[in-house]
């Protein structure tokens, strides 16, 4: 498995508003990446899913990947 940021320190605040920055940790089926595939500790990865969440219900992230 390849991490998709080599370090933590890469994106220092996840803003829910950067949807280009939250779509790579998003798989094609519009899953949340596990800790494990995105290499974050565990409070940026729940900072993380908070974003992409309300990234969701305002419209900028899609909840289901179109087919």
Same mark, same amino acid.
Do not use: C, W
């Given at each position: 498995?390849?991490?998709? %940021?080599?370090? $933590? $320190? &890469?994106?220092? @605040?996840? &803003? @829910?508003? &950067? %949807?280009?920055?939250? #779509?790579? @940790?998003?798989?094609? @089926? +519009? #899953?949340?990446? $596990? !800790?494990?595939?995105? +290499? /974050?500790?565990?409070?940026? #990865?729940?900072?993380?899913?908070?974003? =992409?969440?309300?990234? !969701?219900? =305002?419209? /900028? /992230?899609? %909840?289901?990947?179109?087919?």
């Amino acid at each position: 498995m390849a991490k998709i %940021f080599k370090h $933590s $320190s &890469d994106v220092a @605040y996840f &803003d @829910y508003k &950067d %949807f280009k920055t939250l #779509q790579r @940790y998003v798989n094609a @089926y +519009g #899953q949340i990446e $596990s !800790r494990k595939k995105t +290499g /974050l500790t565990e409070t940026e #990865q729940r900072h993380l899913a908070v974003a =992409i969440k309300r990234a !969701r219900h =305002i419209g /900028l /992230l899609p %909840f289901v990947a179109n087919y």
